[in-house]
């Protein structure tokens, strides 16, 4: 029934939230075997798992990566708004070797996606691919358009030019929004 499914849903977020990562997957997957339309419960399988293949060793992450990766694509397929399991899947294009189906285009194209339903955190997700990819004046174009389309993420745009050793341009924004405030 969905109650059961909803109820080992939330006992696997207990479980995930108190470290017991064996019995969120556990739970995880009893509620998308119970009903497997909720976006949210593939989320969830898929970061638990990410959670534990971050511990693992190499022979495990490749057992785990491709479940990874299709729990996310499932939560995206079944939930075209979700931002979460997009994010989850940037990661995971970002740090799975290419063999693994790691790739930055397939990361830009899912950060791009996200533009269209969240904007600023879309420019967020793509000035982090730039920067992990060492391209900083289009990292910075990214951060730069993300602060300007959401003041929220201003720190983000100070981050980053903390980050590059760019005190001048950091302290501009700190006096900007004190002057705001």
Aim: aromatic fraction near 12%.
């Amino acid at each position: 029934s969905k109650e059961y499914a909803n109820a080992q849903y939330y006992l696997g977020r207990i479980a995930f939230d108190e470290k017991d990562y064996d019995a969120a997957e556990d739970c995880f997957e009893e509620a998308i075997e119970t009903n497997n339309k909720v976006a949210e419960y593939h989320t969830w399988y898929g970061n638990t798992l990410g959670t534990v293949a971050a511990d693992a060793n190499l022979f495990k992450q490749a057992m785990l990566g491709p479940k990874m990766k299709s729990a996310w694509e499932r939560a995206v397929e079944l939930d075209k708004n979700t931002v979460d399991a997009r994010e989850s899947l940037i990661q995971y294009y970002l740090q799975a070797p290419a063999i693994a189906g790691g790739s930055v285009d397939k990361a830009m194209e899912i950060a791009n996606e996200i533009i269209k339903l969240k904007p600023a955190e879309g420019h967020r997700q793509l000035g982090n691919i730039y920067y992990k990819e060492k391209k900083y004046p289009e990292a910075e174009k990214e951060f730069i358009t993300m602060a300007n389309t959401d003041p929220a993420y201003t720190s983000g745009l100070s981050n980053f030019y903390i980050n590059r050793k760019q005190y001048d341009k950091a302290f501009a924004i700190f006096e900007e929004q004190l002057k705001k405030n």
